[in-house]
Nanobody, 119 residues
Framework: QVQFVESGGGLVQPGGSLRLSCTAS????????MGWYRQAPGKQRELVAK???????NYADSVKGRFTLSRDNAKNTVYLQMTSLKPEDTAVYYC?????????????WGQGTQVTVSS
């Protein structure tokens, strides 16, 4: 099983920045696709950014150019650097590890960290 410790959420004004961190309990990068999702009130959970095959990074169109996904393999930690934050970025952000196997995919989730962008 994969467990996470998330940190870095908080309240920030529009245009500000935050960095989210997600540290996994086990080595994950060789066996899982790691990334961040978010869920705003009344909306479905959506992909923010994730590592994909070949070292590629997939970003949601809404965050391209503003958010940066990175990782520290030795620390089993994934980071999400968020800049130029907008009120619509307000959501609970979840660290995610996804494994795809023969019988389907399995997702492991962090407990979530609240990001609020407001004046």
């Amino acid at each position: 099983q994969v467990q996470f410790v998330e940190s870095g959420g908080g309240l920030v004004q529009p245009g500000g920045s935050l960095r989210l961190s997600c540290t996994a309990s086990v080595s994950v990068f060789s066996a899982y696709d790691m990334g961040w999702y978010r869920q705003a009130p009344g909306k479905q959970r959506e992909l923010v950014a994730k590592f994909a095959s070949g070292g590629r990074i997939n970003y949601a169109d809404s965050v391209k150019g503003r958010f940066t996904l990175s990782r520290d393999n030795a620390k089993n930690t994934v980071y999400l650097q968020m800049t130029s934050l907008k009120p619509e970025d307000t959501a609970v952000y979840y660290c995610n590890a996804r494994r795809v196997g023969l019988i389907g995919q399995t997702d492991y989730w962090g407990q979530g960290t609240q990001v609020t962008v407001s004046s």
